[in-house]
T-cell receptor
Framework: AQKVTQAQTEISVVEKEDVTLDCVYETRDTTYYLFWYKQPPSGELVFLIRRNSFDEQNEISGRYSWNFQKSTSSFNFTITASQVVDSAVYFCALLHGSSNTGKLIFGQGTTLQVKP | DTGVSQDPRHKITKRGQNVTFRCDPISEHNRLYWYRQTLGQGPEFLTYFQNEAQLEKSRLLSDRFSAERPKGSFSTLEIQRTEQGDSAMYLC??????????????FGAGSRLTVL
């Protein structure tokens, strides 16, 4: 079975704090893809990153960084020096590699509130 | 191009009525997806099209639901004899087909359905 677990339902931080959003996934596939999406109050899911299972290099994009660890089946997302505009619901998602469908399996999401 | 458009953004209906949602994808994208998101949960896959062909349907898509993409451009999702359990956000997404690896889905802002 394939599954994505985001154990943190809600996180609240004060602006400029660093925050890490956890994502743990389950899959039997050796080829798969992991995604993070952001959903601001407007409702539109915004793509942040895609990783494939063969690339365990961590990635940094501005204040955002991602830590992919196959050994622990985790794909965590860190925001450095958080800002109020980072407030949103963040979703981690899994796509198995043999799927040609775009059928993403999403976690339940983590609501991040950044207070000024 | 302004991204994926969905209409209406909000719909309130009485139980037993039929409703229809429309999605206009990014014009260059030949794949179109429908997802459903209930409160506090991640999106769940419903169905997808490549051009006008509906290639996969989830078990979540009961026989009261029908999706079409008649000319391979916009799509409609109709729900007949709505039930209170149909209350959710219906998200549309579009993408190119995957060339290598996984395609990235671009989502619309969703159509929120409330069934009274």
């Amino acid at each position: 079975a394939q599954k994505v677990t985001q154990a943190q339902t809600e996180i609240s931080v004060v602006e400029k704090e660093d925050v890490t959003l956890d994502c743990v996934y389950e899959t039997r596939d050796t080829t798969y893809y992991l995604f993070w999406y952001k959903q601001p109050p407007s409702g539109e899911l915004v793509f942040l990153i895609r990783r494939n299972s063969f690339d365990e290099q961590n990635e940094i994009s501005g204040r955002y960084s991602w830590n992919f660890q196959k050994s622990t089946s985790s794909f965590n997302f860190t925001i450095t020096a958080s800002q109020v505009v980072d407030s949103a619901v963040y979703f981690c998602a899994l796509l198995h590699g043999s799927s040609n469908t775009g059928k993403l399996i999403f976690g339940q999401g983590t609501t991040l509130q950044v207070k000024p | 191009d302004t991204g994926v458009s969905q209409d209406p953004r909000h719909k309130i209906t009485k139980r037993g009525q039929n409703v229809t949602f429309r999605c206009d994808p990014i014009s260059e994208h030949n794949r179109l997806y429908w997802y459903r998101q209930t409160l506090g949960q991640g999106p769940e896959f419903l169905t997808y099209f490549q051009n006008e062909a509906q290639l996969e349907k989830s078990r979540l898509l009961s026989d009261r639901f029908s999706a079409e993409r008649p000319k391979g451009s916009f799509s409609t999702l109709e729900i007949q004899r709505t039930e209170q359990g149909d209350s959710a956000m219906y998200l549309c997404a579009s993408s190119f087909p995957p060339v290598s690896g996984a395609n990235v889905l671009t989502f619309g802002a969703g159509s929120r359905l409330t069934v009274l």
